[in-house]
Each structure stands twice: as C-alpha cells, then as structure tokens.
C-alpha cells in the first residue's frame, strides 16, 4: 500500500505565471484535499474533492482551481501567481468525504518558491 | 468566528522531562479536536484526534489529550519527551460538514 505523493518536491516560478502541482492518494482512498502552509503559520483549506466533483471551498480566489482524476489523483491549479502564493502546499487523501478530513493523511508537500 | 489559539510559539524540554502543549478553541458546537505533528520536511501526521465520549484520548507516540468543554482547550501531553519529538505540532478544529482549521503552531526544541 502506498501513501500520499506528491510531485514535484520544490518549485521556483515568477509572479504571473502558472503553476500546476500533483497528488497520488493513497490507495482506496477517494478524497483528496489541498491545504496552503505558509512559512510560520498552520495548513489553511484549500478546498476538497470527492469522487471528481468540488466538495468544499476556503476562503481562496477563483485562481485557485482543481481537478481529480477517475484515478482519484488530483491536480492544484494557480494562475497569475502572486508573491504571497510562496508556501509548501499540501494534499491529503481519505476515505471520508467529511470537510474535516478526519481520517485523512498527508504528502510531504510541494514547496513553491514565487519569484 | 472559528478559530484554534496555540499560545506558545516554541517551547523548550529537556529530554526526559515532561510535556504539555496549550490549545484553546472558538468554534460554536462540540467540535472534532486533532492534534497534528509535522517533523522538518514531512507532511502532517495525525497524533490524536477527539470526537466524543471519554474526554481524555490517547494517541501515537505515546501522546495524549485532554478535551476540557468548560475551558476550550484541548492540551496536549507526553510524561516523558525523546529528542524524536522535536518538532512543530499543530493543534487543530472542525466539524464532519465544515473544514478543518489549524492553529499557528508550536516548535518543540528539546534539550540533551
């Protein structure tokens, strides 16, 4: 049984650009949720996908955006990016559709560096 | 508003020693109360996690909470910390319908 991965690892892009980061759940799970940690503070939600479909929103812009696969990986999408999108983001998958996530477990992240 | 208090940025032990890491809560019902761990350059790892019955939980690692209604708090303890437990914990809040929210942080240091 694998765990969570996420790819890639770091990320350098500049203010502006696009950036798409990646989450393998792990396996049998079907819930995936996406939390930004900036440096100092605690994970905040993103938002949550269940079975392909938004299951739950933070309080993110719209430039924020996902998908999940059949597969029940999942992707995070930033657009115009902004230097205050520098963070380590991290996904969590479940088996619970619950916005809490309570049997949730998480990737080691994907650090991205906005320049 | 909902919201998760972790009064102490770090805190510092000896090893050996005790430990109790403070979290206060604002949320308007009985809330689902974790306490996470995250070790440099991992994800988070969920140590306990409360959502009713026995108000003292215990967890992995030799952890355990105390879920305290009258004082909003959900205090973390260890009666005996190993420098394997450096590391940042977060305390954090919500509900089966509504999200989860994390408190700051505390980085635990411990002392040989």
């Known amino acids: 049984e694998t765990g969570v991965t996420q790819s890639p690892t770091h990320l350098i892009k500049t203010r502006g650009q696009q950036v798409t980061l990646r989450c393998s759940s792990q396996s049998g799970h079907n819930t995936v949720s996406w939390y930004q940690q900036a440096l100092g503070q605690g994970p905040q939600f993103i938002f949550q996908?269940?079975?392909?479909?938004?299951?739950g929103r933070g309080n993110f812009p719209p430039r924020f955006s996902g998908l999940q696969f059949p597969n029940y990986s999942s992707e995070l999408n930033v657009n115009a990016l902004e230097l205050d999108d520098s963070a380590l983001y991290l996904c969590a998958s479940s088996l619970d559709q619950g916005l809490a996530g309570i049997w949730q477990f998480f990737g080691p992240g994907t650090r991205l560096t906005v320049l | 508003a909902q919201s998760v208090t972790q009064p102490d940025i770090h805190i510092t032990v000896s090893e050996g020693a005790s430990l109790e890491l403070r979290c206060n809560y604002s949320?308007?019902?009985?809330?689902?109360l974790f306490w996470y761990v995250q070790s440099p350059g991992q994800g988070l790892q969920l140590l306990l996690k409360?959502?009713?019955?026995?108000?003292l939980v215990q967890g992995i690692k030799g952890f355990e909470a105390e879920f305290k209604r009258s004082q909003s708090s959900f205090n973390l303890r260890k009666p005996s910390v190993h420098w394997s437990d450096a590391a940042e914990y977060f305390c954090a809040v919500g509900a089966r319908d509504d999200k989860i929210i994390f408190g700051k942080g505390t980085r635990l240091h411990i002392l040989p």
């Open positions: 996908y269940y079975r392909e479909e938004e299951n």
């Open positions: 409360y959502f009713s019955g026995d108000t």
């Open positions: 949320y308007g019902a009985t809330p689902y």
